[in-house]
């Protein structure tokens, strides 16, 4: 063998030498990270096992509470540094029932078969169908079907009585500018306005005696407005039934 066969040989060898740990401290590296995200994998389950369970007994407990309303829940991310122990006896879910009522809510999430527990927070809401408007309207605009449609509203936008068919507004007048998607609540409209010449009925049981009217007020159905009698001048109170009408049950 010459000599230059003879350095390429020990070249080999020592390169062959120095490999070895470098594959093992990878081996050994590529296992702890394999590890690591088996972890964290299993801990993203159990906190995603603790949401759901959050929200399922949120959403039992808000059930029937709220009639004509949708109910949404969102319970926030557990912290991922937190561990999930193993509980075999299964978790359970409180809250302060005065909180239910709330749109922020503390849940506590407890281990059955240990002390452990934690607090997690959900956010609910609620959403109703209501009568929003369809482009800007302008005071003392007629409402009709045109201007008229039924959307999901959160409820905390209601302030006022709201309404959940466009046929119980239809001839209804708007009080005020109103932009396009807004909510039409009671203190927006009149069904009967100041100054409008309507017909107020005096009725008892099947009778009934009409007489022309001039409204003092404005009024939404149901209503009760001051009217005076065009034929005695006398002002008296009724209730708004229409556009057209109110209405003195005798």
Known sequence: MTTSEHEKVVMTRLKSRATKPVVGIAAFF????????ALAEQRADAHQQLQQGA???LLAQLEGNYDNEQVQVDVSPIDPRIAVPDCPGGF???ADPNSLT????????MCNSSDWYL??????????????TVGMISPGTILTSQNLQVADIDVNRLRHTAFENTKQLL???MKHRVRDGQPIQANMLCFV???DRIT?????GSMQVKTAGIAQQDGVLGDAIEVVNVSSKKSIVAEVASTEKVVIRL
Do not use: H
């Not at 590529?30 to 995200?37: A, D, I, K, Q, R």
């Not at 607090?119 to 609910?124: D, E, L, R, W």
């Not at 107020?200 to 008892?204: K, N, P, Q, V």
């Open 193 to 195: 306005c100041k100054g």
């Open 171 to 173: 001839g209804a007048r």
């Open 92 to 94: 359970s879910f409180n």
């Open 102 to 109: 709330q749109s922020y809510i503390s849940v506590r999430a």
């Open 119 to 132: 607090f997690t927070n959900a956010q609910v809401s609620r959403t109703r169908q209501v009568v929003v």
């Open 30 to 37: 590529f296992t702890v990270f394999n590890s690591m995200g």
């Open 55 to 57: 929200q399922d007994y």
């Open 200 to 204: 107020i009925s005096a009725e008892l």
